[in-house]
């Protein structure tokens, strides 16, 4: 018998129909034995509702009134959940964010997690109860209403799983685990059946929408087991865990994330003095600009260059701020290509083998395939190469790290 | 300056477009002074919409889920109206019932209030903020949200002015306060600008559906000022207050109330020996059926008959009652009627005025229309007669009291 935290999300809970198949889902668990808590986002569609009719009112609505709001998303759901429940002959109970007291602090909208009472929660389970918990939410210490920002469930998730010390956490999608890469762009991407938290951090930070990154953060961070699987479809999913879980052979590569949400700018023929990049990138920071790949580079004439991608939504105003920076610099050029896209190689393994670049650039260059921008981690090499090359280098190099073929350990 | 409690049913605030004219009408009184604690219902149709979710599921739902499906309705409103406020440059906060710690018994979807802690709204209310409370919900001891059952929202409003010690209660809706008698029957209805708590308790008992009866109770026992008025048109409304706020001459009659909800039984030719009434309308409240009026005779030739009134819904089911009854008791005949319309005059004033009961059944009389059924209390005498005669003996009343001239101390 092990506790189980469950959470599904929007689109498993989208319509009734939908609802009482969850509670099918649940039932079939309660019925092996298992402790269930179950957390659950907001009917898909819910949440864009209520933000529409705090539009019609206000252009810029007070995040207090905002959680207020669009807290009863989840609130309905957790009820329904229990009603669908209570039909088939199951105990349960909701509670919300406040009433089950998960304490944030108290930025609203964007709160964060302080404590969990897990007392109510393990008096229900102790009689037999499905505890039903509204994601997203909480309340900071003056009772007011908070929400953790969308995709939230997650972390309450997490969280809970954590202050109740559950045996696994099973985030319930619309996907049936965590790919080697995107299926849609390569026929022979695979399902992996672990991968570590530091792996589904970069893989989630790369454009991976399988999982929030908080909550991932947070697992890692309290060692909850964390399992992905699909609400539709019956299959064990991806277990997300601790690298030294056991001494399996880690997979050098584990998979390949990538998007094209970035935009590169690129600003040369600065004097090359030290403070160069803190100028730079301190005033694209100040316009609230965030930047990720970073690359400088000293060119023969001693002049440095900077290049940094930026979100593509933010690069007109980006390119502004550079303008004004290279003046005051004595900079000579400025570019700016949009047409870029980012693809990082993930995995562990990396850290005990050599030649893994190596081989990830001898497979871009057997396909013609410039890179732009190189960056590298200890469990991640990071490429910024041209926006129409992008699905020839993904396939390129899923096929060079064979991640096609099952890993040993999993045979 | 005054502390006035307002509460705008869910007409009030069905649209976001009503919300804002809600939110103006809420400025011009902080303009003119006041300090305000606004109550919500759900925006109208909301709560039908929750309850099809629900049926959707179950049959027969939890009270306790439904508790906690059906407050998200009010929940969204109170944000919204604060929203509202906000664009008008007014200081508001929102409240949950159970964050304004409005303390209930756990009789969900029934709750009774026990407490209501004013600590939290008056320092929103010396801060200088309005403050919004979802009304017909709050939470029992252990945090459970319960509601008050539907058109709760007065009973919140009333209940928050008696703990707050508030100057009045106003109660917005979409009609402009109470009328002699139905506006839409007789033409010369005409609005009273007072009325005691203990008239109006009889009319809304006798079908007037302006205001809620608990709250109504509530109010008169905590000596509130409940003032009735349109939402959508300017208007001093009808106040509901104590007889002895002022010496003035109380008028006879207030007002008519009429409804044509019931039914009518009569079992006949009973034995009349001590414990008729109570074996033949205890078997009918065992059989969970509630009774109206009832009047006892002893005809002739000693026999007894007993008739009473039953919500139309419940006739045959009386019938049956009645029937199995007769057997035990000996009785000769049962007879039932659904086509009779009760009818009531209700006016402190008849403690002190003789000679009402004669004016009426005189009135009627004129007309030719058969009194079926008297029944006569301090301040109201209700009569059951035969539907079809229903607008005209409203018609002869109204007229035969004068109900359409101006009292003379409203004059």
Chains 1, 2 share one sequence.
């Not at 602090?105 to 997690?113: G, L, W």
């Not at 302080?114 to 102790?126: G, K, N, P, T």
Request: proline share 2%.
């Amino acid at each position: 018998m092990s506790l189980i935290v469950q959470k599904y999300g929007g689109t498993s809970v989208g319509t009734t129909e939908r609802i009482e198949a969850v509670a099918e889902k649940i039932v079939s668990f309660r019925d092996r034995g298992d402790d269930l808590v179950v957390v659950v986002s907001a009917m898909s569609g819910e949440t864009n509702r209520l933000i529409a009719l705090a539009a019609d009112i206000h252009s810029d609505p007070s995040a207090r009134e905002m959680d207020v709001l669009v807290s009863t998303g989840e609130q309905v759901t957790i009820s329904l959940l229990c009603m669908a429940l209570h039909k088939r002959g199951c105990d349960a109970r909701s509670y919300t964010g406040s009433q089950v007291r998960i304490l944030t602090d108290n930025s609203h909208s964007k709160a964060r997690i302080q404590a969990i009472d897990a007392h109510r929660m393990q008096s229900d389970l102790a009689a037999g109860r499905v505890v039903v918990v509204a994601g997203f939410q909480g309340a900071d210490e003056d009772g007011n209403i908070t929400t953790l920002g969308r995709g939230g469930s997650d972390t309450t998730a997490v969280a809970l799983a954590a202050a109740l010390k559950a045996d696994e956490c099973q985030i319930y999608t619309d996907v049936d685990g965590v790919y080697t890469t995107d299926p849609r762009m390569v026929q022979g991407a695979r399902r992996l059946d672990r991968i570590t938290f530091e792996e589904m951090l970069e893989m989630a930070s790369q454009g991976s929408k399988v999982l929030q990154i908080r909550a991932v953060e947070f697992a890692g961070k309290y060692k909850v087991p964390l399992r992905v699987l699909s609400s539709f479809e019956d299959g064990p999913g991806t277990l997300i865990t601790l690298e030294d879980d056991d001494d399996m052979e880690k997979p050098v590569v584990s998979g390949i994330a990538f998007n094209r949400d970035e935009a590169k700018l690129t600003i040369r023929g600065i004097p090359d003095v030290p403070g160069i990049a803190s100028s730079v990138l301190g005033a694209v920071g100040r316009a609230n600009i965030e930047v990720d790949v970073i690359v400088q580079n000293v060119a023969q004439d001693n002049t440095a260059s900077l290049t940094f991608t930026v979100h593509r939504n933010d690069l007109s105003k980006a390119k502004d701020v550079l303008e004004s920076v290279a003046k005051e610099l004595g900079a000579t050029t400025i570019e700016a290509d949009a047409d870029i896209a980012k693809l990082a190689l993930v995995g562990v393994g990396m850290r005990s083998h050599a030649g893994v670049a190596a081989t990830m650039f001898e497979a871009l260059a057997k396909d013609n395939i410039n890179i732009q921008m190189i960056s590298t981690s200890e469990i991640k090499i990071t490429v910024v190469i041209d926006e129409r090359y992008l699905e020839l280098a993904v396939r390129a190099l899923h096929s060079a790290f064979e991640l096609d073929q099952e890993d040993t350990e999993e045979a």
